[in-house]
């Protein structure tokens, strides 16, 4: 079943950001884009090419509103050790939930069952907490950054501008469509 158009499910979570530790849940997130970025384990090989490659983009999602939550299985304890020994994952400024419960993993429905792990995924949430998207991928393929920050903006402008979508490649600035019975077959 898609998660797409569902509201995130309460949770209550330990987490590291910025030297400290602290808690999170829904709450957190109520009235804000956000983004949760679960990935399988701390102290692996893809996952901190992709927390690094976020948290290269990560000046430009907060300009944009959004808050970055990454998720795995890991303690919050684990997240800080990680942080302070990897050159990549030290950039990481936003907020690393450590899940060990899987009450998160299995909200998102991103669990390895039988291996305690969450799989690859990424979901943007609106301010009203409901999913607009998600992406999961397997074991090896890691994710892209550059290409998550154009897909927010366009939730963004479909959020703003109700009637318009926004098509294949859509960078911001580009133009839109209005889909109508006239169009159909046009394009």
Same mark, same amino acid.
């Given at each position: 079943?898609?998660?797409?158009?569902?509201?995130?499910?309460?949770?209550?979570?330990?987490?590291?950001?910025?030297?400290?530790?602290?808690?999170?849940?829904?709450?957190?997130?109520?009235?804000?884009?956000?983004?949760?970025?679960?990935?399988?384990?701390?102290?692996?090989?893809?996952?901190?090419?992709?927390?690094?490659?976020?948290?290269? =983009?990560?000046?430009?999602?907060?300009?944009?509103?959004?808050?970055?939550?990454?998720?795995?299985?890991?303690?919050?304890?684990? =997240?800080?050790?990680? =942080?302070?020994?990897?050159?990549?994952?030290?950039?990481?400024?936003?907020?690393?939930?450590?899940?060990?419960?899987?009450?998160?993993?299995?909200?998102?429905?991103?669990?390895?069952?039988?291996?305690?792990?969450?799989?690859?995924?990424?979901?943007?949430?609106?301010?009203?907490?409901?999913?607009?998207?998600?992406?999961?991928?397997?074991?090896?393929?890691?994710?892209?950054?550059?290409?998550?920050?154009?897909?927010?903006?366009?939730?963004?402008?479909?959020?703003? =501008?109700?009637?318009?979508?926004?098509?294949?490649?859509?960078?911001?600035?580009?133009?839109?469509?209005?889909?109508?019975?006239?169009?159909?077959?046009?394009?």
């Amino acid at each position: 079943m898609s998660l797409i158009n569902t509201k995130i499910l309460p949770f209550q979570e330990h987490a590291y950001r910025n030297g400290e530790f602290i808690d999170v849940s829904e709450a957190d997130v109520a009235g804000k884009w956000a983004i949760f970025f679960f990935y399988p384990g701390d102290f692996t090989f893809v996952c901190p090419t992709e927390l690094g490659d976020l948290a290269d =983009h990560y000046d430009e999602l907060q300009k944009l509103g959004v808050e970055v939550f990454s998720v795995s299985t890991d303690s919050h304890f684990v =997240h800080k050790a990680w =942080h302070t020994e990897s050159d990549t994952v030290s950039k990481v400024q936003y907020t690393m939930i450590g899940d060990p419960s899987l009450q998160l993993t299995r909200n998102f429905d991103v669990e390895r069952v039988g291996a305690g792990q969450a799989d690859r995924a990424t979901f943007l949430v609106d301010p009203q907490g409901v999913i607009q998207f998600y992406e999961l991928t397997a074991e090896g393929i890691g994710r892209n950054a550059e290409e998550l920050v154009r897909k927010v903006k366009a939730a963004q402008y479909i959020a703003a =501008h109700p009637g318009e979508v926004c098509p294949a490649k859509w960078e911001e600035g580009d133009d839109t469509l209005a889909p109508s019975i006239d169009l159909v077959g046009m394009i």
